[in-house]
């Protein structure tokens, strides 16, 4: 393989046509120049230069490795600066999350792209153990979890609190632990354990959500309260995603006595530098949250 060092010292050569200028531009020594072409021409096994004293003229394989090796080192100069680029505002970034931070933070990253179109937002919907794994494995390049990640490749920082609700149909009025029996329970993915935060610090019947007639499960964080703006039942969800829903007349979010929050994680893959572009993605999701 042609040593790149040797090719631009002889392509630089050529165009400025003294040995002793082509040091200066180069920041070599003379006997350097010569150096590189020398090994070049014992490396091809053919001779470059035609020299003439002080002068020279090239070969007919000098002039063929010049006119190829132009396009060649454009070609290393552009890859060199691209490798180099840091753009804040270009290039793909992909996130995951839950979907009730997905509800609230998707469409701040939409407007964000809007403005430079040339930034890719990748967003996918996932629980918490997916999103952490997928952080670990660098599948994704940062996430949003609500509960800290146990794996030592993720590394977590807290940059908000959601509060948890607890939803009924419009129609209800006091929310006391008969009233929520008669309704049942419309589950979802993280339906017990946010029953069980918010509902066991307010009611002390609550043993499991289990103790509830189960009246319907989605998994779909956009279509959770469909069934609850119907009258078929009750839920507990983020905050986020109940102001997310539009039919919001049609359900009600009831203040309790002893309000329950999550902690919101911001996930990255521990050894891996932040490019600039996620770091504008991180700083707008924030004024987001």
């Not at 890859?79 to 996130?95: K, Y």
């Not at 030592?152 to 129609?171: G, I, M």
Request: aromatic share 6%.
């Amino acid at each position: 393989m042609i040593n790149t060092a040797w090719l631009r010292t002889f392509c630089t050569l050529v165009e400025v046509g003294h040995f002793t200028r082509t040091a200066e531009r180069l920041h070599m020594t003379q006997s350097g120049v010569s150096q590189h072409v020398r090994k070049l021409e014992e490396q091809l096994g053919t001779e470059l230069l035609v020299r003439q004293g002080k002068q020279f003229s090239l070969s007919g394989a000098g002039e063929r490795l010049y006119t190829e090796a132009q396009g060649i080192l454009f070609a290393l100069s552009n890859l060199e600066q691209t490798v180099g680029e840091d753009p804040p505002f270009a290039g793909s970034v992909r996130i995951m999350s839950p979907g009730s931070v997905g509800l609230k933070l998707y469409p701040h990253l939409l407007a964000l792209q809007s403005k430079h179109p040339k930034l890719v937002i990748d967003y996918r919907f996932a629980p918490n153990p997916d999103v952490e794994n997928a952080i670990a494995k660098s599948i994704v390049d940062l996430g949003f979890m609500t509960s800290k990640s146990t794996l030592s490749e993720v590394s977590c920082t807290p940059v908000a609190q959601e509060s948890l609700l607890l939803v009924t149909p419009a129609t209800v009025e006091e929310p006391d632990w008969d009233t929520l029996m008669a309704l049942g329970f419309i589950d979802h993915p993280d339906g017990s354990h946010h029953a069980s935060l918010l509902l066991g610090a307010n009611y002390p019947e609550f043993q499991h959500s289990n103790l509830f007639p189960r009246k319907g499960f989605s998994n779909q964080i956009g279509l959770i309260l469909e069934p609850v703006s119907m009258g078929l039942g009750f839920t507990v969800l983020p905050a986020h995603a109940v102001e997310a829903f539009e039919k919001s007349e049609h359900i009600k979010a009831h203040p309790l006595a002893n309000p329950v929050s999550e902690t919101l994680y911001l996930c990255v893959p521990r050894h891996r530098a932040l490019q600039a572009r996620m770091k504008t993605v991180i700083a707008e999701a924030k004024r987001g949250l």
